[in-house]
């Protein structure tokens, strides 16, 4: 999924962090003691996870992709956290209003809500984890094969020979299938 469409997107749709929303590769990543004013977003991509390939000619595979939003909140009016656990609610009720059902891009379906959990504390900050996902199909054109088959060479033509079961010309050969004479053929020059 591209981080920055939800970037973007929280940015716009979320007036609590007043556009200080940025992607990092992973929680570890993130600047413990950066001087941003807080609230503040991070968005992570997480764990993707992968369906059966479900086609027997083709390919169709279902991948659902998933991201956190990690929340760094105030906490330096409460070593606890008891007053940036409050505002916990209220941020996550805006996330859902800015991603429930939105589509982080056109191959997905709208952003579903996994959970929330918090990550770390200390005396100046709260780190609450929010995840979503959403679901992608792989088809045929994300594949190999479209590639593969422009190297092709190009199809010239078709020729048949056919060993019929049921021989037209002698029916006293009906019940014994092909006899090894070809009865029919054709030839196809394509252009």
Request: aromatic share 6%.
């Amino acid at each position: 999924m591209n981080l920055d469409n939800v970037i973007t997107r929280l940015r716009v749709a979320c007036p609590s962090f007043a556009g200080r929303v940025a992607g990092a590769a992973e929680f570890a990543g993130l600047p413990p003691n950066s001087k941003v004013a807080l609230p503040a977003a991070f968005v992570i991509p997480n764990a993707d996870q992968a369906g059966q390939q479900q086609s027997q000619n083709r390919y169709r595979q279902t991948i659902t992709d998933r991201i956190a939003i990690v929340v760094v909140l105030d906490n330096s009016a409460d070593r606890r956290g008891q007053a940036a656990v409050a505002e916990i609610h209220d941020i996550r009720a805006e996330l859902w209003r800015a991603l429930l059902l939105w589509p982080p891009g056109p191959e997905y379906d709208g952003l579903v809500y996994e959970g929330g959990q918090g990550v770390d504390m200390d005396a100046a900050r709260l780190y609450y984890q929010f995840e979503f996902s959403a679901e992608a199909e792989i088809g045929i054109e994300d594949t190999a094969q479209p590639g593969m088959v422009e190297q092709m060479p190009r199809l010239a033509g078709i020729d048949i020979r056919t060993d019929v079961i049921d021989p037209m010309y002698d029916p006293n050969l009906a019940s014994r299938g092909p006899d090894g004479r070809i009865e029919a053929g054709a030839d196809i020059t394509l252009e």
